[in-house]
């Protein structure tokens, strides 16, 4: 990218310092940008050009008049915004494009692939064994596990619920509760875990789980990435993690990870509950009609 004296300002501050110079084709290509900053970070100036219906030369001109040396620059401009501007990225949308911006013409995958690695490797150096321990004594001595995650992290409780039951512990999965959710947070005692997973932002319902287990004297955990740290009640144990940056795929790997290292600590300190049980269990799917080991 070559000089750029606005790359720190606001497109509306930038518009706002040259109205004077813009012509009529200039407010037509403005307004086709404001409209959709998105799709204007993609496209190219001919493009441009043709949504606004003005002639292809005039996204080169507009750029120009705004203080770029061309329509390239200013769209490096657009895309820097995407990227940095983290109220963007509470619109899917916006993080799906800043994603498009960062990867080249046919390495998408090679764009996910690194942008994973990234943060598997910031993983390494942000949090330690002995957290991983807390939350797996914590799990060891529940009478009771409740896990629950909205959004994305609906997926990885329903997987931290199998994998915790094939274990041998009695665990609920309170995302499939939501039809009878008060009177399954009625069910819990001092004796229990919850354990909650958020990203982004916690929902409601995540809150509504958090105080209800707390006022219950249920031990809470929480495993989030940095947009959804702040939990009141604080959590007794929180792991909280960044997924990547912005404009880098917000990865669901990492998340992943330190839940699965979690399970793998606690089959490490349970005497042996954890193994026993997952081989009492393969014995007996195996007694099962063909049809259930699928």
């Keep these: 990218m070559t000089k750029q004296p606005h790359s720190s300002g606001f497109l509306s501050d930038i518009i706002a310092r040259n109205a004077s110079k813009l012509t009529g084709s200039d407010t037509r290509l403005l307004d086709v940008l404001v409209k959709d900053p998105i799709r204007a970070a993609l496209e190219n100036g001919r493009e441009v050009s043709s949504r606004a219906g003005v002639h292809p030369a005039a996204a080169v001109r507009l750029a120009k008049r705004l203080g770029f040396e061309g329509y390239p620059d200013f769209r490096a401009y657009l895309q820097a915004s995407l990227m940095e501007d983290g109220a963007d ?156 940056d912005a404009g880098e795929s917000q990865s669901l790997v990492v998340p992943m990870t330190i839940a699965n290292a979690v399970i793998l600590d606690l089959a490490g300190i349970d005497g042996g509950k954890s193994l026993k049980s997952l081989e009492d269990f393969k014995a007996f799917r195996q007694s099962l009609p063909a049809r259930w080991r699928r």
């Excluded at 199998?162 to 009625?186: I, P």
């Design 89 to 244: 990225f509470e619109n899917p949308a916006a993080r799906m494009a800043a994603r498009l911006v960062r990867a080249e013409e046919g390495q998408v995958l090679a764009s996910v692939l690194d942008s994973e690695i990234a943060a598997l490797e910031a993983l390494r150096n942000a949090i330690s064994d002995n957290e991983i321990r807390r939350f797996s004594e914590t799990l060891r001595d529940a009478r009771k596990i409740f896990v629950f995650g909205r959004g994305h992290a609906a997926s990885l409780s329903s997987l931290v619920t199998l994998r915790l039951r094939r274990s041998g512990y009695d665990v609920t999965d309170l995302g499939d509760q939501t039809h009878q959710f008060a009177e399954t947070l009625n069910t819990i005692a001092s004796t229990d875990v919850v354990w909650l997973l958020a990203f982004r932002r916690p929902s409601q319902l995540i809150d509504d789980a958090n105080v209800a287990a707390f006022a219950r004297g249920a031990k809470r955990l929480a495993l989030t990435d940095l947009h959804a740290a702040r939990l009141d009640p604080v959590p007794d144990h929180q792991i909280s993690v960044p997924r990547g």
